[in-house]
């Protein structure tokens, strides 16, 4: 059946099923879904198909688009600048329509680009192509960046000058040792174009979220770890997932004490195409080091994995069992109010398991929490993806991280939450990414 598409007219002319997404059974083992909607929808995702680099500007505005198949130039074929020239270097996601069904033991996640009944709007916003670095260049107000870019003012890691030239040099790494308040800070110095003054963020949940149900409507399944099919199903659907990704690091403490071993950009090869991209780092007798998979979805370079990431809008309230004993999950949806305070203007969305384990049933609710409810899963099972909390010592508010490390194994994923930290945490394995939010 084609697409109802009116004679001159942009929109279906019945609308009502102009939708794709998936259904699952919380009753079901299996990772995969099942795809519902319209079929064609589902080989052409036209949602997912507009994501795409580009080079955004502190006041929001696109400087250019970067090639479809190669990072490293614009779309006109002309070189690209990478290194926070131009811009920083970002993914553009659709705004786009989003619905979630709950019918007993069966849950259905339905994208649209029409504002079909029932749908909510996801609004069109920008996530880094790359994991953060920040730009030291004026040490009193650094910002949080989207670069490729080997100088010394965005060494990353936890900024080690000592290990510059060495086989564990940190120039054109990731930033990492930065707690969830200074994130926010160094997105915020690049200015306050955007929603409502405060559009430059770290990573944001909202974002995070979208782009997984993204990901998880495009495979119809939840385990990304699967080994990557570039060869669509008959169907001409996507099938496999992203790899192990960078999560299977034999000796990473006693090669740089757990800080970035991945450079950003290493995927610009790909443009905005998924894919994963062999990675093999030098060892202290400038040997060939273990080789890593390092995937990218849709121009998202690892996604989950290599380090964890801190992500605001978000937040738990972790309570001990015997001063009410629930670990209950807030959000806030207005950047300006994102604080590590209190709840106030965070919204209670559910309530999180009390113990940690592979995730079997999802918060959900009206939009599409991937927060868990219920664990006893495993890494090949429901979710595929690991929750860590700790009820006995890691009480009170407590910050989210997402994707896991690169210790971490068959645990991470990209829909892998931890809400063991406080956000004044740090660590050499915690870093972030910059996100836009147009206003």
């Known amino acids: 059946m084609g697409l109802l598409i009116g004679v001159g007219n942009t929109k279906p002319t019945f609308p009502y099923d102009y939708y794709y997404g998936i259904e699952w059974d919380s009753n079901v083992a299996s990772s995969a879904c099942t795809r519902i909607g319209r079929p064609e929808l589902h080989v052409s995702l036209p949602i997912q198909s507009k994501m795409r680099r580009c080079v ?13 198949n190669d990072s490293t130039k614009r779309d006109t074929g002309a070189a690209a600048k990478l290194d926070g020239t131009d811009g920083q270097v970002m993914v553009e996601i659709p705004a786009h329509y989003r619905k979630f069904e709950v019918d007993g033991t069966k849950f259905r ?8 009944p029932g749908f909510h709007l996801v609004p069109l916003a920008y996530r880094s192509a790359y994991e953060a670095a920040v730009d030291r260049t004026v040490s009193a107000t650094p910002k949080l960046a989207s670069v490729v870019n080997t100088s010394t003012a965005f060494r990353g890691g936890n900024n080690t000058a000592g290990w510059d030239g060495t086989y564990r040099s940190l120039l054109g790494m990731p930033a990492t040792s930065i707690s969830l308040t200074n994130f926010r800070k160094y997105a915020r110095n690049r200015g306050n174009a955007g929603k409502n003054g405060a559009g430059w963020n770290c990573d944001v949940y909202e974002v995070q979220k979208t782009c997984w149900w993204l990901y998880a409507v495009e495979y119809a399944n939840f385990n990304c770890q699967l080994a990557y099919n570039a060869e669509p199903t008959s169907e001409g659907y996507k099938q496999g997932g992203l790899s192990q990704g960078v999560t299977n690091m034999s000796d990473w403490g006693g090669y740089n004490s757990y800080n970035p071993m991945v450079p950003c950009g290493v995927t610009n090869s790909l443009g905005n195409k998924t894919g994963v991209v062999n ?10 080091g273990q080789t890593l998979s390092v995937p990218s979805y849709r121009g998202l370079e690892n996604p989950f994995g290599h380090v964890w990431s801190w992500t605001d809008g978000c937040k738990c309230n972790i309570q001990p069992d015997a001063s009410g004993g629930l670990s209950e999950f807030f959000v806030c949806t207005d950047p300006a109010k994102y604080q590590d305070s209190n709840y106030t203007d965070y919204e209670k969305r559910g309530e999180l398991p009390r113990k940690e384990g592979y995730v079997k049933i999802m918060m959900i609710g009206e939009y599409g929490e991937n927060m868990p409810v219920e664990v006893g899963a495993s890494s090949t099972t429901y979710f595929a993806d690991y929750f860590y909390t700790n009820v006995a ?47």
């Open 393 to 439: 010592s890691n009480t009170g508010q407590r910050g989210v991280l997402f994707g896991g490390y690169a210790y971490n194994g068959a645990y991470a994923g990209f829909s892998c939450a931890n809400a063991y930290y406080a956000a004044s945490t740090t660590y050499t394995y915690v870093g972030s990414r910059l996100c836009f939010l147009p206003a």
């Open 109 to 116: 996640c339905l994208l649209s680009e029409h504002a079909l």
């Open 279 to 288: 990675y093999t780092y030098k060892k202290s007798d400038d040997t060939d």
């Open 56 to 68: 955004l500007r502190d006041n929001g505005t696109v400087a250019y688009y970067l090639h479809a």
